[in-house]
């Protein structure tokens, strides 16, 4: 079956298609709030709620990334002008609806669907029928009241604020590119969520579902519009029809509910008379709902299947969490060293024996390794609120987080646990940080703190400027056992260099977990063989 012709009112003329991104929508907002301002017609309503709720929804999704407070800040501007505006549209879209339904099936035989390209209908059109002449009384009353209402808003809205806001979010928008996997993963979010929302509105089928589940799908499609450029060359389409039907289910739920509401039926055979319009309409954007989105074939499952899963899923939450950090940490590439060299200290050690073993391998079992490197990229967040203390920041900002997708709460509690612990206090088991972990993982998160404590004292291009190459020269390490103690031979390091005394005190904690020393040593670089003349 087709989708049924839309009551909604004919599109404007075709204008060039707008700019996506946060900018252009931004910017946008700015041309449409004079628009609107010039008598708030229904196209300049419409496009002026649409321009604003792309920008929040943008900042929803940035958001989740980067926590600078802007991004609230400017939902919290664009929200009281939105919300103002929401009222009136509702009039505007349900005087529509009154004047087509309430001639849909009139002595001429023309159908709402037949009139659609056609101008706003006289209320002569609709005098043989009483609810119809009602329900527009009522809606163009209203429709006034909300007119000054918004009025009132548009000219509070502060747009010397928003402009400034179109030249700083967007750059801090831009230091993730669109399409990378930390919009996948973002996107895997938005969809977990409308598909949660489908499936409780399959099973209730009320009013109240189906309009959360419009919300759900429309802020999915909004991620993968403005984000995910390749995805919505193939979805877009599809994903615009499945808004509008719902959306129009709803247009038909809020105008029964008004007409119920105002006594708008004189009897009760008009009453059924206009449920029954009602219902057909209702039901044939229901139908083709499940038409395209239940089943084998569903949407739901091709939408899915191009999203992370398994150890793309785990990759993407990664790069989700490093992007976090990129946004707060003020030495990211420090921390990104400490990642790397973690990394070496860990695979080295788990090589010789020394660390716990991971249980086979499964799906609920936690990724230790990837923790570490979690803790190592998010362990200097707290930064961003002060120097002092700031371990015990970032444990609190890390414990915070919502959890990404592919990743457990237990995994999200040792990294910020892990975090906690690179710097100041020692862990103690019985600690009332410890005790929040399970009392299997205490000494593990005591091994990956004591790993992160090292190497982020081996990092010697801390806080000195270097180049790529040198940075990337520094990050070699290797582990051995000799004599029954740990040898850490570590590039860039020197006995005699300042930092040798951090690294001594920063070596302690890995003693003892391990119960053996730990020497740290200069990683010589391979000799390079002498280039002779050619021959």
């Not at 229904?42 to 802007?70: E, T």
Request: net charge positive.
């Amino acid at each position: 079956m087709g989708a049924s012709p839309s009551l909604k009112p004919s599109p404007k003329p075709a204008n060039p298609k707008p700019k996506l991104g946060l900018r252009a929508w931004m910017n946008r907002v700015l041309v449409e709030c004079d628009r609107a301002a010039a008598g708030f017609d229904a196209d300049a309503v419409h496009d002026l709620r649409v321009a604003l709720r792309r920008c929040r929804s943008l900042a929803d999704g940035l958001m989740a990334i980067d926590p600078d407070s802007s991004w609230k800040d400017m939902k919290k501007a664009g929200r009281k002008l939105f919300q103002a505006l929401g009222e009136l549209r509702d009039m505007q879209v349900m005087a529509e609806w009154i004047e087509k339904l309430g001639v849909a099936s009139d002595s001429t035989g023309d159908s709402a669907g037949d009139r659609l390209s056609g101008d706003r209908l006289s209320d002569d059109r609709l005098s043989g029928d009483p609810v119809a002449v009602k329900l527009l009384n009522h809606v163009h009353t209203r429709e006034d009241a909300c007119k000054q209402h918004a009025f009132k808003d548009l000219h509070q809205f502060d747009r010397k604020q928003w402009r400034q806001w179109t030249r700083t979010l967007p750059q801090r928008a831009s230091r993730v590119r669109p399409g990378s996997v930390v919009y996948l993963h973002l996107a895997l979010e938005k969809w977990t969520a409308a598909y949660d929302l489908h499936k409780h509105a399959l099973r209730t089928r009320s009013q109240v579902s189906w309009h959360a589940l419009r919300i759900g799908i429309k802020r999915f499609r909004y991620t993968v519009e403005n984000f995910l450029p390749r995805q919505h060359a193939l979805w877009g389409d599809d994903l615009k029809e499945l808004q509008d039907l719902l959306g129009e289910v709803h247009d038909l739920d809020v105008l029964w509910a008004t007409a119920v509401e105002i006594l708008a039926f004189p009897d009760m055979e008009s009453q059924s008379r206009w449920r029954e319009k009602l219902n057909v309409e209702r039901t044939k954007r229901i139908e083709r709902y499940r038409e395209k989105m239940v089943g084998r074939q569903s949407l739901w499952r091709v939408w899915r299947a191009e999203l992370p899963s398994g150890p793309q899923l785990r990759a993407a939450a990664m790069s989700r969490l490093r992007g976090w950090a990129g946004y707060l940490d003020p030495d990211f590439s420090h921390s990104q060293r400490v990642a790397q060299l973690s990394l070496l200290l860990y695979d080295g050690l788990k090589d010789a024996g020394l660390l716990t073993p991971n249980p086979a391998p499964l799906n609920l079992d936690p990724d230790w390794r990837a923790v570490l490197q979690a803790a190592a990229l998010m362990h200097d967040v707290g930064k961003a609120k002060g120097q002092e203390n700031h371990q015990k920041t970032s444990y609190r900002m890390i414990r915070g987080l919502a959890r990404p997708l592919g990743w457990s709460a237990r995994e999200l509690e040792m990294a910020a646990v892990v975090a906690r612990y690179h710097r100041g206090a020692l862990p103690r088991p019985r600690g009332k940080t410890m005790q929040l972990l399970e009392l299997p993982d205490r000494p593990i998160a005591m091994e990956l703190a004591g790993v992160l404590r090292l190497a982020n004292a081996l990092d010697t291009r801390h806080g000195h400027s270097g180049n790529k190459k040198e940075n990337e020269s520094a990050l070699r390490l290797e582990v051995s056992l000799q004599d029954g103690c740990v040898l850490v031979r570590a590039a860039g390091y020197s006995a005699l260099d300042r930092s040798a005394e951090s690294v001594a005190a920063a070596r302690h904690l890995l003693e003892t977990v391990l119960r053996r020393p730990v020497l740290v040593r200069t990683l010589r670089s391979s000799p390079q063989p002498l280039k002779g003349p050619h021959r």
